[in-house]
């Protein structure tokens, strides 16, 4: 089974500053995936990949399959991306997802 | 109108009642998943199913089972509620295949007493 760790498990951060939110897995993977739990509790898909890079406005997520490691960077941070991010991983030949335990970020205005 | 919708999304109830949480989608995605989340743990299956007539366990199916009714809906019952199941519960969809992400439900904040 795979094992997902994030890091930092908390983050408090000033408006503005440039995030780094990092996921590291134990065992080959087809695909990560980089969600988003609001405060009321819901969840929302931010990315899927599984070589390189991918940009969503400020959003950026990076994977590097050799070291096991992905990163979700937040450019121009604002108060509005207050919630916890979540990374999961698929094994390959399984479409079921592994979640690491989430990073919880607080922008401070 | 969301494109995944749990109901309800609170329930309080008692140790020992049978409780049913639904989930409905309007995505029209073959795969259809039930998750836990716990304080400190990451999301855990609870079951998964991959088109109506198909019903797979998950990692923590134990005191619970799922109905698929029809594509669009599959539902999650507790026999009889006891307090460690209070948690919230998630229902999410996806298209088959490595790369298609799940797309998730609000939730359902449930608390047994």
């Known amino acids: 089974k795979n094992e997902v760790e994030q890091s930092p498990q908390n983050l408090t951060a000033q408006e503005g500053e440039f995030i780094t939110i990092n996921c590291s897995y134990s065992v080959g993977i087809s695909a990560l995936h980089w969600l988003q739990q609001h405060p009321g509790g819901g969840i929302v898909s931010l990315f899927m990949?599984?070589?390189g890079k991918k940009k969503h406005g400020r959003l950026i997520a990076t994977i590097n399959i050799q070291e096991k490691h992905s990163s979700l960077h937040i450019t121009a941070s604002h108060p509005r991306d207050s919630a916890v991010y979540i990374c999961?991983?698929?094994?390959?030949?399984?479409?079921?997802?592994?979640f690491g335990t989430g990073t919880r970020l607080t922008i401070i205005p | 109108d969301a494109d995944v919708t749990q109901t309800p999304r609170n329930r309080i109830t008692k140790t020992g009642k049978r409780i049913m949480l639904e989930c409905s989608q309007t995505?029209?995605?073959?795969?259809m998943y039930w998750y836990r989340q716990d304080p400190g743990l990451g999301l855990r299956l609870i079951y998964y199913?991959?088109?109506?007539?198909?019903?797979n366990k998950g990692e923590i199916s134990d005191g619970y089972s799922v109905s698929r009714q029809a594509q669009a809906k599959f539902s999650l019952s507790l026999e009889s509620a006891i307090p460690n199941q209070t948690a919230l519960y998630f229902c999410?969809?996806?298209?088959?295949?490595?790369?298609?992400?799940?797309?998730f439900g609000d939730g359902t904040r449930l608390s047994i007493l």
């Open positions: 995505k029209g995605h073959d795969r």
């Open positions: 999961a991983v698929r094994d390959f030949g399984n479409e079921k997802l592994t």
């Open positions: 199913s991959f088109d109506v007539k198909d019903i």
């Open positions: 999410a969809t996806s298209d088959p295949g490595q790369l298609q992400p799940q797309h």
């Open positions: 990949l599984s070589s």
